[in-house]
Nanobody, 125 residues
Framework: QVQLVESGGGLVQAGGSLRLSCAAS????????MGWFRQAPGKEREFVTA????????YYADSVKGRFTISRDIAKNTVYLQMNSLKPEDTAVYYC??????????????????WGQGTQVTVSS
C-alpha cells in the first residue's frame, strides 16, 4: 500500500510559478514511476509528466514541455512539479500517482496503482 499526499496548489496569475509536492509513504520504493495528471472542469483527466524513481527518464506532455519540470528527492520520498510560465489553461486539479508495476507505459493513467487526493491549481488571466 502506498499513500500519496499532494501540496502546493493555489491561485497564481498568468506567467507566474508554483511548485507542487507529492510525499509518498507506505512501502520501499524501487522500480516505480511517479506521475502527475490533471483534470480541468468538464474535461477528462490527462497526463502531465512522469519520472522513473531511478531518475533516468522523464516524460512530458507537449502542452507543458519547456515550462514544467518534474524531479524527485529520494531521501524524502517526494516528487516535485515545478510549474513556470503558467497559463489559464493550466487551471485544473493536479493529481500525483505511482505505478508500482514497472512503469512500462508511463503516459497511461490506467497503469498507475495509487493516487493522491489532488490539489487545485488556478491560473488567472
Amino acid at each position: 500500500q502506498v499513500q500519496l499526499v499532494e501540496s502546493g496548489g493555489g491561485l497564481v496569475q498568468a506567467g507566474g510559478s508554483l511548485r507542487l509536492s507529492c510525499a509518498a509513504s507506505g512501502r520501499p520504493f524501487g522500480h516505480y514511476v511517479m506521475g502527475w495528471f490533471r483534470q480541468a472542469p468538464g474535461k477528462e483527466r490527462e497526463f502531465v509528466t512522469a519520472i522513473r524513481w531511478s531518475g533516468t527518464n522523464t516524460y512530458y506532455a507537449d502542452s507543458v514541455k519547456g515550462r514544467f519540470t518534474i524531479s524527485r528527492d529520494i531521501a524524502k520520498n517526494t516528487v516535485y512539479l515545478q510549474m513556470n510560465s503558467l497559463k489559464p489553461e493550466d487551471t485544473a486539479v493536479y493529481y500525483c500517482a505511482v505505478d508500482v508495476g514497472g512503469g512500462y507505459r508511463p503516459l497511461l493513467q490506467g497503469e498507475y496503482d495509487y493516487w493522491g487526493q489532488g490539489t487545485q491549481v488556478t491560473v488567472s488571466s
